[in-house]
């Protein structure tokens, strides 16, 4: 990465999925989660920054879309993929067994707690170094036609033409303790449910919510 940690306590701690825990004897707070969760927060500030300073032409709305299609779970997951950082984390024998090593959710978390762990350990500007090059190649992959669109988006549009209607997000359950929180929520149209999704946020889990719904649509869900 070119990076040196000052503490490389912090690396390590970034590489630790949580479900090693109970297995290693270690306390909750031992694992990635409180780093990613302000990785997610100084990757979002990031990404909108350059956002902000290379698309003067952009919008409100092409701003957020933009921000959207470039700060979430699926495109961390690519950039810790670019990075081999599947091979480095910290897994318990069961999510090994599952296949956890591979599972977006899990690279895109660990992703964003490497970017927790470089602010902590070297500053905003290190941060800004580190996370550049991936949003930067992400966003020339697309080209002028664009950013991608987020789930939700895409689902609302894709709804408002075929039935001229409007998903609506519902939560469903929250558990857990506050330093690591779960979200259910659901997606319904018209009264129909389409879909549940899980995250650490009630916005991820209503992306993940409107990504199962897509499928569903697709006939792949």
Excluded: C, W
């Excluded at 990075?83 to 090994?96: F, I, Q, S, T, V």
């Amino acid at each position: 990465m070119g990076i040196r940690f000052a503490n490389p306590a912090l690396l390590r701690q970034a590489l630790v999925h949580r479900s090693l825990i109970n297995e290693a004897d270690l306390a909750p707070t031992d694992s990635n989660e409180r780093l990613e969760f302000l990785g997610d927060a100084v990757l979002g500030l990031v990404t909108t920054e350059l956002l902000y300073r290379r698309h003067p032409d952009y919008d409100e709305g092409e701003l957020t879309r933009a921000r959207a299609s470039l700060v979430n779970l699926n495109a961390a997951a690519g950039f810790a993929k670019t990075l081999g950082l599947g091979a480095h984390l910290m897994l318990g024998r069961g999510a090994e067994m599952t296949g956890a090593r591979k599972r977006s959710s899990v690279l895109g978390r660990a992703f964003e707690a490497l970017v927790g762990a470089v602010y902590i350990d070297a500053g905003l500007e290190a941060a800004r170094d580190f996370i550049t090059p991936f949003v930067s190649d992400a966003l020339g992959a697309r080209g002028r036609a664009g950013p991608q669109k987020d789930y939700k988006t895409q689902l609302q549009e894709r709804l408002h033409v075929e039935r001229a209607a409007t998903p609506v997000y519902e939560l469903v359950d929250a558990s857990g303790p506050d330093h690591d929180r779960r979200f259910r929520m659901a997606v319904t149209v018209d009264d129909e449910q389409l879909a549940q999704g899980e995250g650490s946020s009630k916005q991820r889990a209503e992306q993940d919510a409107a990504r199962a719904a897509l499928r569903l649509l697709n006939g792949s869900g």
